[in-house]
């Protein structure tokens, strides 16, 4: 099929990659502009720009697709279908219509449970005990459209938001090679009107961990909330992330320091199993110990 892929981070490459692998034709990329990022704050493309054009695609990145000019340049294309994944930009009704077979969505949920930014973060946070994909024919609300296909995965007590997020993307895109093979045949499969949540982005106001909170709601947040933009407490007037951890049966004053970085929670406890100083790489805990002090509690 000649095909539109829209897609912007890292979640969305092996998404590419696998279009080109199955032998659509990928006639074009959209992607986020180039932005300014490092030290030297030069502008560098996402890394879906960067992929496609080591595959030799031309690539767009235009700041939004709201004129008549983008839109026109959109339609010009004359594509089969679009398949979007984590692109960035909100696809007006011209371009939704513009490909014959639609605009497909790679959500990563079991919609309609955590529409929006976030799914991956909301589900581990939550406790969800399984996430997953859904192909989803693009409408014009909020990840409201008909699912064509989902596959479901369960979240283990180990995962983080890293993860399950390089799970996801592979089965992303092994789903959506699947939809496109079957497209025909497929029948959409309206959303529930039950069941319903909203992912929100993630606020920096909820990274600050709460000792208070029983073990088992602060290891979802850690685990939710690592790689980025992680989960934090202070230690000696020094901001620690955390990025992995596990519940334990200890119990303690909240905030206590139980031995090694076990810290006693509102119930349970914590046993931080990765952690970063400022100013450091990310650490296994064995490492993070050496010439590291605790008080005898943290707030």
Same mark, same amino acid.
């Given at each position: 099929m000649k095909v539109i892929f829209m897609g912007t981070p890292d979640?969305?490459?092996?998404? !590419?990659?696998?279009?080109?692998? *199955?032998?659509? =034709? @990928?006639i074009c990329v959209y992607s986020q502009p180039p932005r300014p990022a490092g030290r030297g704050k030069r502008e560098r493309p996402s890394p879906v720009?960067?992929? $496609?054009? $080591?595959?030799?695609?031309?690539?767009?990145?235009p700041q939004s697709l709201k004129s008549a000019e983008e839109q026109a340049a959109f339609a010009a294309l004359n594509a089969d279908v679009a398949v979007v994944v984590a692109y960035g930009?909100?696809?007006?009704? $011209?371009?939704?219509d513009a490909p014959t077979q639609g605009c497909l969505n790679i959500h990563a949920s079991l919609l309609p449970r955590w529409r929006g930014a976030a799914p991956i973060h909301?589900? &581990?946070? *939550?406790?969800?005990?399984?996430?997953?994909?859904?192909?989803?024919? %693009? =409408?014009?609300?909020?990840?409201?459209?008909?699912? !064509? !296909?989902?596959?479901?995965t369960e979240i283990a007590a180990d995962d983080t938001t890293g993860t399950l997020h390089d799970r996801l993307a592979v089965m992303?895109?092994?789903?959506?090679?699947? $939809?496109?093979?079957?497209? +025909?045949?497929?029948?959409?499969?309206?959303?529930? =009107?039950?069941?319903?949540t909203y992912a929100e982005k993630i606020d920096k106001s909820e990274a600050r961990v709460d000792w208070s909170k029983p073990a088992e709601e602060v290891d979802r947040l850690i685990r939710g909330l690592s790689p980025s933009p992680g989960a934090w407490t202070s230690i000696?007037?020094?901001?620690?992330?955390?990025? #992995?951890?596990? @519940?334990?049966? +200890?119990? /303690? !004053?909240? /905030?206590?320091?139980?031995?090694?970085?076990?810290?006693a929670c509102g119930? #349970?406890?914590?046993? &931080?199993?990765?952690?970063?100083? =400022? #100013?450091?790489?990310? %650490?296994?805990?064995? +490492?993070?110990?050496?010439g590291f002090f605790f008080p005898k509690r943290i707030s």
């Amino acid at each position: 099929m000649k095909v539109i892929f829209m897609g912007t981070p890292d979640f969305s490459v092996p998404v !590419l990659e696998a279009l080109v692998t *199955a032998g659509h =034709e @990928v006639i074009c990329v959209y992607s986020q502009p180039p932005r300014p990022a490092g030290r030297g704050k030069r502008e560098r493309p996402s890394p879906v720009h960067t992929k $496609a054009e $080591a595959l030799g695609l031309p690539v767009r990145h235009p700041q939004s697709l709201k004129s008549a000019e983008e839109q026109a340049a959109f339609a010009a294309l004359n594509a089969d279908v679009a398949v979007v994944v984590a692109y960035g930009l909100i696809l007006p009704q $011209a371009v939704l219509d513009a490909p014959t077979q639609g605009c497909l969505n790679i959500h990563a949920s079991l919609l309609p449970r955590w529409r929006g930014a976030a799914p991956i973060h909301r589900a &581990i946070m *939550a406790g969800d005990a399984k996430t997953g994909v859904c192909i989803m024919q %693009m =409408e014009a609300g909020l990840d409201t459209g008909p699912v !064509l !296909l989902r596959r479901e995965t369960e979240i283990a007590a180990d995962d983080t938001t890293g993860t399950l997020h390089d799970r996801l993307a592979v089965m992303g895109a092994e789903a959506i090679v699947e $939809a496109l093979d079957r497209l +025909d045949t497929l029948v959409p499969e309206p959303q529930s =009107e039950t069941g319903v949540t909203y992912a929100e982005k993630i606020d920096k106001s909820e990274a600050r961990v709460d000792w208070s909170k029983p073990a088992e709601e602060v290891d979802r947040l850690i685990r939710g909330l690592s790689p980025s933009p992680g989960a934090w407490t202070s230690i000696n007037r020094e901001r620690i992330k955390l990025l #992995g951890s596990r @519940v334990t049966s +200890d119990e /303690g !004053l909240h /905030g206590a320091v139980l031995g090694g970085f076990r810290i006693a929670c509102g119930t #349970g406890a914590v046993q &931080i199993t990765r952690a970063q100083r =400022e #100013g450091k790489k990310p %650490m296994d805990i064995k +490492d993070f110990l050496r010439g590291f002090f605790f008080p005898k509690r943290i707030s």
